[in-house]
């Protein structure tokens, strides 16, 4: 199954893209619930706040369906495309197959769609196969359930007779390849005169199998101007035209792969004693223009600005604990400049969409690798070098250790007391990298001779050949 500012004058903050965040995403970003919790600093939950994607502004029935599948927490393309979507823009979206995408257009489709009469749909999306197509709708339909909306796949190699019938009682969205939606639009056994919000989805495959020529002359039918999202692991050429005839203002959003984040940051995990922790992070941030720390708690977080305060950097905290007016005020002097170090929960990591932050520092470290990586995804943006530091503790080395082998990051953990001017000018060393593993062994294949199983002791191994590439059995005894 695929998956995946205003300020307090209510003015706006512009953000990456040049897009506008209205005060209704505002809100939902600043109140994200964080993801690990400790009795040490409470919840940061607020308590008429819904996180995961009701905190994108799902409508709530939908939310819950989602949640009753198992799906709790959306993946980067989805918490970047779904909110902007939603709020009618166009939307382009560069993400590999496998990233979320289905879900990522199909959530605000269904929430914007309206019901439809006979052989005139609300929505379509265009696929380049019919696999894609029968997955697409796999994963829509229980959704579109909730909502009393009817879904319809068609596609080639089939009969026309159940999608003219299917038409003929009405559908609301329509998941075609554009060879067969064009041929039922020949035959007028639909109009899209009605739709109102379209889906390209891989339209780079589309373009290398000449399916945009039918892509474009289905657009022109439409009988309006439809808000239309578009996704494709490439922008250019074909693609690109694409974009500049059939959308209109459209909001690009990229996601790279966890292989790919990873290789765009540097990395350093330094050990430290508790005494000397807070020390160490004074001086990380001493030495970066601009610094995203995260801790677990809200306590935590107040407690080390407060401590980077007195020590002279512009510091403010943000948590779900601060009145909305607070974190406004907090991000937008991250966002402009004004403060050096903005410490924050959880809350921050979804979401916070801030150009120029130089160092992502956890304070403590992330609960798992996918939390490691959405923290440190607010650095390292749009081609931009970004360092990421994790402190840790003597008694989280070995769980560190593992979550750095399975991100797929070679450096070591290296200990370093507060004073050492390393800590001043990250980037000016590299710690020790840890080896590459090596390949699996291949597997030898093991002969046990009838003969051999003797009764006064343990089978006895009496021929042994390792594993040929067209495959290999045992000869049978005569």
Request: overall charge neutral; glycine content about 8%.
């Given at each position: 199954?695929?998956?995946?500012?205003?300020s307090?004058?209510?003015?706006?903050?512009?953000?990456?893209?040049?897009?506008?965040h209205t005060?209704?995403?505002?809100?939902?970003?600043?109140?994200?619930?964080?993801?690990?919790?400790s009795n040490?600093?409470?919840?940061?939950?607020?308590?008429?706040?819904?996180?995961?994607?009701?905190?994108l502004g799902?409508?709530?029935d939908l939310a819950d369906?989602l949640?009753?599948a198992?799906?709790?927490?959306?993946?980067?393309?989805?918490e970047l495309?779904?909110?902007?979507?939603?709020?009618?823009?166009d939307?382009?979206?560069?993400?590999?197959?496998?990233?979320?995408?289905t879900?990522a257009?199909g959530i605000?489709l269904?929430q914007?769609?309206?019901?439809a009469?006979?052989?005139?749909?609300?929505?379509?999306?265009?696929?380049?196969?019919r696999?894609l197509?029968?997955?697409?709708e796999?994963?829509?339909?229980?959704?579109?359930?909730?909502r009393r909306?009817?879904?319809l796949s068609v596609?080639?190699?089939v009969?026309?007779g159940r999608?003219?019938?299917?038409?003929?009682r009405g559908?609301?969205?329509?998941i075609?390849t554009?060879?067969?939606?064009?041929?039922l639009?020949?035959?007028?056994?639909?109009?899209?005169?009605d739709?109102d919000?379209?889906v390209i989805?891989e339209?780079d495959?589309?373009a290398d199998?000449?399916?945009?020529?039918?892509v474009?002359?289905?657009?022109?039918?439409l009988?309006?101007?439809?808000?239309t999202?578009?996704?494709?692991?490439?922008?250019?050429g074909?693609?690109?035209?694409?974009?500049r005839?059939?959308?209109k203002?459209p909001?690009?959003?990229?996601?790279?792969s966890?292989?790919e984040?990873?290789?765009m940051?540097?990395?350093?995990f330094?050990q430290v004693t508790e005494?000397?922790?807070?020390?160490v992070?004074?001086?990380?941030?001493t030495?970066s223009?601009?610094?995203l720390?995260?801790?677990?708690?809200?306590?935590?977080?107040?407690?080390?600005?407060?401590?980077?305060?007195?020590?002279?950097?512009?510091t403010q905290?943000i948590?779900?604990?601060?009145g909305?007016v607070q974190r406004q005020?907090?991000?937008?002097a991250?966002?402009?400049?004004?403060i050096a170090?903005?410490v924050?929960t959880n809350?921050a990591?979804?979401g916070?969409?801030?150009?120029?932050?130089?160092t992502?520092?956890?304070y403590?470290?992330?609960?798992d690798?996918k939390?490691y990586?959405h923290?440190s995804?607010?650095?390292?943006?749009?081609?931009e070098a970004?360092m990421?530091?994790?402190?840790?503790?003597?008694?989280?080395?070995?769980?560190?250790?593992d979550?750095?082998r399975?991100d797929?990051?070679r450096?070591?953990?290296?200990?370093v007391?507060?004073?050492?001017?390393r800590?001043l000018?990250?980037k000016?060393w590299?710690?020790p990298?840890?080896?590459?593993?090596?390949?699996p062994?291949?597997?030898s294949?093991y002969?046990?001779s009838?003969?051999?199983?003797r009764?006064?002791?343990?089978?006895?191994i009496?021929?042994i050949?390792?594993?040929?590439p067209r495959?290999?059995?045992?000869?049978?005894?005569?």
């Amino acid at each position: 199954m695929v998956q995946g500012i205003p300020s307090p004058d209510r003015s706006f903050v512009w953000l990456p893209e040049g897009r506008p965040h209205t005060p209704e995403r505002t809100e939902h970003i600043l109140t994200t619930q964080t993801i690990g919790t400790s009795n040490a600093g409470g919840s940061d939950s607020d308590p008429d706040f819904r996180p995961g994607f009701a905190g994108l502004g799902v409508d709530n029935d939908l939310a819950d369906a989602l949640e009753r599948a198992g799906i709790n927490e959306p993946w980067p393309i989805q918490e970047l495309t779904i909110p902007d979507a939603i709020a009618g823009r166009d939307v382009c979206g560069k993400a590999k197959t496998g990233s979320g995408k289905t879900l990522a257009f199909g959530i605000p489709l269904l929430q914007r769609t309206q019901r439809a009469v006979s052989r005139r749909p609300r929505a379509l999306i265009l696929v380049p196969t019919r696999e894609l197509a029968v997955q697409v709708e796999s994963v829509l339909e229980p959704l579109a359930a909730v909502r009393r909306l009817r879904t319809l796949s068609v596609y080639g190699g089939v009969g026309f007779g159940r999608q003219r019938q299917l038409l003929e009682r009405g559908v609301e969205i329509v998941i075609a390849t554009p060879g067969r939606m064009n041929d039922l639009l020949n035959q007028r056994e639909l109009t899209l005169v009605d739709v109102d919000f379209v889906v390209i989805d891989e339209a780079d495959h589309m373009a290398d199998i000449g399916f945009l020529p039918q892509v474009a002359a289905i657009l022109d039918q439409l009988g309006h101007k439809a808000q239309t999202l578009l996704f494709s692991a490439t922008l250019d050429g074909a693609v690109g035209a694409l974009i500049r005839r059939y959308q209109k203002d459209p909001v690009h959003h990229a996601v790279a792969s966890a292989t790919e984040m990873v290789e765009m940051m540097e990395h350093r995990f330094i050990q430290v004693t508790e005494d000397d922790k807070l020390k160490v992070a004074v001086d990380i941030c001493t030495g970066s223009a601009r610094t995203l720390v995260f801790v677990r708690t809200q306590r935590l977080a107040d407690r080390v600005a407060h401590f980077m305060h007195r020590e002279g950097l512009k510091t403010q905290a943000i948590h779900g604990g601060l009145g909305q007016v607070q974190r406004q005020r907090a991000l937008g002097a991250f966002a402009d400049g004004k403060i050096a170090v903005l410490v924050a929960t959880n809350v921050a990591a979804r979401g916070l969409d801030i150009d120029g932050v130089d160092t992502v520092l956890h304070y403590d470290p992330p609960e798992d690798t996918k939390t490691y990586l959405h923290r440190s995804g607010r650095t390292a943006r749009a081609g931009e070098a970004g360092m990421v530091v994790t402190l840790v503790l003597p008694h989280q080395v070995m769980e560190v250790r593992d979550m750095r082998r399975q991100d797929g990051v070679r450096q070591q953990i290296v200990a370093v007391h507060s004073g050492d001017p390393r800590l001043l000018d990250l980037k000016s060393w590299e710690p020790p990298r840890e080896e590459a593993p090596p390949p699996p062994k291949a597997q030898s294949r093991y002969i046990l001779s009838a003969d051999s199983l003797r009764r006064d002791g343990p089978p006895v191994i009496s021929a042994i050949r390792p594993p040929s590439p067209r495959g290999w059995r045992p000869r049978r005894r005569r």
